[in-house]
């Protein structure tokens, strides 16, 4: 582990809990995405809207026809709106590669009503809408979740699958936590807390069987799933759950490659540390080769 990654882990350790902790004590509060105008200056961006979920479609200047598109759906538990590092990344990936990116801001989960169903409906209204010739996915945390089951969503309706997924430490199990205790998470991960997991579950869920293959894709099958890039963080709780992930992707004969980075902490591609940038440059070369 690099200086900076330390540096962070320390970081996270003291703050990281607070911003999902604070969501969850306020349900009722809305929770606004805010683009940065400022960040993507130098980039063509179009905004587009399907029930109510939006989507930022970001290319460089003059190349907003591009037939490639990256979609992004980001982590936060599915109740944290997306947040400065994760449009820090989308800028960097935005500026090593020749693709769109499009970052799909879904629905928040909240206890009143569910919103996986409308999430669903409203990512294939876009998904519908691309007609370019290489068309993919990447998804941090909850985000590489929803990647693995709209994937599987679309393979039921037979209808193309992406080229290729990119998932970051993806939230693949909702089954009690993954079945960690809270000797797990405080032993285990730098600053998620298994009291937050638990109520996002019990939001998201909304009283389904946390084994659906919406909440859980770790229990489905991926016969026919395009290539995918895992990225593994093993100081964090689901590792052992990520594992088992790649064990059975490659029981189903999925083109899957695996990076593991040792003691890092879940969702560390956010962070400008040098891990990270040698994430972010695996997944723009497979971009710009394609």
């Known amino acids: 582990m690099t200086f900076k990654a330390k540096v962070w882990r320390c970081i996270l350790s003291v703050f990281g809990r607070a911003p999902l902790y604070s969501t969850l004590k306020h349900p009722n509060r809305k929770h606004e995405h805010k683009f ?14 399907y029930d109510k979920c939006v989507c930022y479609s970001i290319s460089k200047k003059g190349n907003a026809k591009s037939k490639k598109h990256l ?24 500026k090593k590669s020749n693709v769109t990116i499009d970052v799909f801001i879904y629905e928040l989960s909240n206890p009143n009503h569910t919103v996986y169903k409308q999430n669903f409906d409203a990512l294939e209204k876009f998904y519908d809408t691309l007609d370019g010739n290489w068309i993919s996915i990447l998804g941090d945390s909850a985000g590489g979740g ?43 991960d730098t600053y998620l807390k298994y009291d937050d997991c638990q109520t996002s579950i019990e939001w998201y869920t909304h009283g389904e069987d946390p084994h659906g293959w919406m909440f859980s894709p770790l229990y489905v099958d991926f016969k026919g799933f ?58 723009c070369g497979i971009i710009n080769k394609s």
């Open 36 to 49: 940065p105008k400022k960040l993507f200056k130098e980039f063509d961006v179009t905004f587009s809207k």
């Open 71 to 94: 979609i992004y759906l980001h982590g936060g538990a599915y109740a944290m709106q997306i947040v400065h590092w994760q449009w820090k990344t989308v800028h960097k990936i935005a």
């Open 146 to 188: 929803m990647a693995v089951s709209f994937s599987k969503y679309l393979r039921d309706k037979k209808k193309k699958l992406p080229n290729h997924l990119f998932l970051v430490d993806p939230w693949i199990n909702m089954v009690d936590n993954g079945h960690l205790t809270k000797k797990d998470f405080n032993e285990k």
């Open 226 to 283: 395009p290539p995918v890039l895992l990225i593994i963080s093993t100081h964090e709780i689901i590792y052992n759950d990520l594992k088992t992930f790649y064990e059975k992707l490659k029981g189903s004969h999925v083109d899957v490659t695996k990076m593991t980075y040792k003691e890092l902490f879940h969702d560390f591609f956010l962070f400008d540390i040098e891990e990270s940038d040698e994430v972010l440059d695996k997944i």
